[in-house]
């Protein structure tokens, strides 16, 4: 089992940049998928991006897709998410997620394959 906990949430303005940070314990981080995903008041979890467990790979969902940038060091095992021109629509809690499958052979966004979850940080972005 991972343990996963965020950080770098917090409030901002349209328009401005925040890096949210996810700092792994517990098993050989560089051999798994990490992922990204929210979920805004009274909506469900949805994805936002992953990186494969190489690094070599990355996925985005459209709406964030050109604004945000997932990456990651495995030196530290810690997976970060860059997050430029925010929108109030970004507004949500960030929660990190590992994949259970050691080096998947394809890049996965899919919820049900993260099995290790952190405790989300808030994002709230202002108009």
């Known amino acids: 089992q991972v343990q996963l906990v965020e950080s770098g949430g917090g409030l901002v303005q349209a328009g401005d940049s925040l890096r949210v940070s996810c700092a792994a314990s517990?098993?050989?981080?560089?051999?798994?998928?990490m992922g990204w995903f929210r979920q805004a008041p009274g909506k469900e979890r949805e994805f936002v991006a992953a990186?494969?467990?190489?690094?070599?790979?990355?996925n985005y969902a459209d709406s964030v897709k050109g604004r945000f940038t997932i990456s990651r060091d495995n030196a530290k095992n810690t997976v970060y998410l860059q997050m430029n021109s925010l929108k109030p629509d970004d507004t949500a809690v960030y929660y990190c997620?590992?994949?259970?499958?050691?080096?998947?052979?394809?890049?996965?966004?899919?919820?049900?394959?993260?099995?290790?979850w952190g405790q989300g940080t808030q994002v709230t972005v202002s108009s």
């Open positions: 997620a590992a994949d259970t499958q050691f080096q998947r052979t394809y890049l996965t966004v899919r919820p049900a394959d993260f099995g290790s």
């Open positions: 517990g098993r050989t981080f560089s051999s798994y998928t």
């Open positions: 990186i494969k467990w190489s690094g070599g790979s990355t």
